[in-house]
């Protein structure tokens, strides 16, 4: 009996999926648990497992394509049996769309893939696309068809494609190229119709592949001089001239969207900022990585802040805290979230219960969550459930900055950089390393008189850290 492969549902929040790449193809024969595809959620990117066992008979969606949840992507069944009733008129949902509207000739000979899928290569999410067969664009009535690659490309050797300049390669891999010195014509593709994928170039560039060779001059064009790849490199970096660019959000982009504009809007912010000494508490962190180096593990300066942050939240459990529409709901544990920047948006890891773990501990634990984070590797519970949020740009060189509230959370620590400044001591100017924090905080739940105790306990533990090793 047919199974039906549908969008599932990889995270509480999560609306629609974008599929990354089909880990199998037409007439595969899988086991119920196996890998289907690498879906890009609102958060990570996340796999889907075969629901029984069977032939893969049908796959209705392309890589780069966004369908709902819910949606019919894919047909497991007998390899005899008829799924006509099933594919005949399947389509993805009307929020379905390709991956973008321009794109280089060889991309379009492939299928929906542009330069917005090549956030999802480089945070290692894609890593190379799925097999197709020709006869896959039959069983797709509902995705626009993919053209079947040209034979003649499909066989061709690298001579003849260099000959008739139709070179198929991902914009990601022609970029890695570029940047590798590598010629993209010399090497030899394994995607669909012989396209050059990221793994192909990355194999290249491991074996030591053929310099980039300087394009032959059009028919009547002067000729060029030969330019140094790095110097293309870097002209590559700041374009001749602008141009318009529509770039397609990806499911984190409109996540965020959607949840900062539910956040300033709805949410009354106000924001309390104060500024620490760092000099006692940069000096423990000195002391504490020396004790620590035999043991591998090195404590951040965001470690730092995060272990102060559950300390002052345990003291202080009015701000570990949210609005409930008709109550206001207290937390029995300081969970904080790390703000993370990666490719096309922000996540936010959780360190749970940080009020009953030691700076050690809190160290290995954020390095490991905020590598996953990178990697669009996290688990839904990994990034969901935060009571207290903090936000350092200050390897940014930002001095001082708000940050807008994550709901349900009550606030939001923003972390500028750390410098010295003269201040006044005892009525004569000496130096200090000095740091602003702004806390955003959610009026519903927290006034201001009580934010500011909050910020007075913080600054007290920075400025006199021993508290946290006593």
């Not at 260099?162 to 890695?176: E, F, H, T, W, Y």
């Not at 350092?392 to 807008?404: C, K, P, S, V």
């Not at 955003?440 to 850290?465: K, W």
Request: with cysteine; net charge negative.
């Amino acid at each position: 009996m047919a199974t039906k492969v549908v969008m599932a549902q990889l995270s509480p929040t999560m609306e629609e999926g974008k599929l990354v790449e089909w880990k199998v193809k037409e007439g595969d024969e899988v086991s119920q648990g196996d890998i289907l595809a690498e879906v890009e959620t609102d958060k990570a990117n996340m796999d889907i497992e075969a629901m029984g066992g069977g032939t893969v008979r049908a796959l209705l969606i392309s890589e780069g394509d966004v369908v709902e949840v819910g949606a019919l992507i894919g047909v497991l069944g007998d390899p005899d049996e008829d799924i006509s009733d099933l594919v005949d008129g399947a389509k993805p949902s009307a929020g379905a769309q390709a991956g973008g509207d321009e794109r280089d000739e060889a991309a379009s000979a492939e299928g929906p893939e542009d330069e917005a899928d090549d956030d999802a290569e480089q945070a290692e999410a894609a890593t190379k696309p799925a097999g197709a067969d020709e006869s896959r664009a039959e069983a797709e009535p509902a995705a626009e068809a993919e053209p079947a690659p040209d034979a003649a490309d499909a066989g061709a050797t690298i001579e003849e494609k260099r000959s008739n300049g139709r070179v198929k390669v991902s914009p990601l891999a022609r970029r890695m190229a570029e940047d590798a010195g590598l010629d993209i014509a010399r090497i030899e593709g394994s995607g669909p119709g012989g396209r050059i994928v990221k793994s192909d170039v990355q194999a290249a560039i491991e074996s030591g592949g053929p310099e980039a060779e300087e394009e032959a001059p059009e028919r009547g064009a002067p000729e060029r001089a030969a330019v140094p790849s790095a110097a293309v490199r870097s002209a590559a970096l700041r374009p001749a001239r602008l141009e318009d660019e529509r770039i397609e959000a990806s499911q984190m982009r409109k996540t965020i969207a959607k949840r900062l504009v539910q956040s300033i809007g709805p949410v009354p912010h106000f924001f309390l900022t104060t500024e620490i000494d760092m000099g006692r508490a940069l000096d423990l962190r000195k002391a504490l990585n020396e004790r620590l180096s035999a043991s591998g593990v090195k404590v951040g300066v965001n470690d730092l802040l995060l272990k102060v942050a559950a300390e002052a939240l345990a003291r202080h459990p009015e701000i570990n805290a949210s609005w409930a529409e008709d109550a206001i709901q207290r937390h029995g544990s300081a969970d904080i979230g790390i703000a993370v920047a990666v490719p096309d948006g922000l996540i936010t890891p959780v360190v749970r219960e940080a009020d009953r773990k030691g700076l050690a501990q809190i160290a290995g634990e954020a390095s490991d969550l905020i590598e996953r984070a990178r990697n669009r590797k996290l688990k839904p519970e990994e990034y969901t459930g935060a009571t207290f949020s903090i936000s350092n740009l200050g390897m940014f060189g930002i001095d001082e900055f708000t940050a807008i509230i994550n709901p349900p959370e009550a606030a939001i620590l923003a972390v500028g950089q750390t410098v010295e400044k003269p201040v006044v001591e005892g009525g004569e100017v000496v130096v200090r390393r000095r740091m602003r924090v702004t806390m955003s905080c959610d009026h519903r739940v927290i006034d201001g008189a009580t934010g500011a105790v909050f910020l007075q306990t913080y600054r007290a533990m920075l400025e006199n850290p021993l508290e946290l090793v006593s």
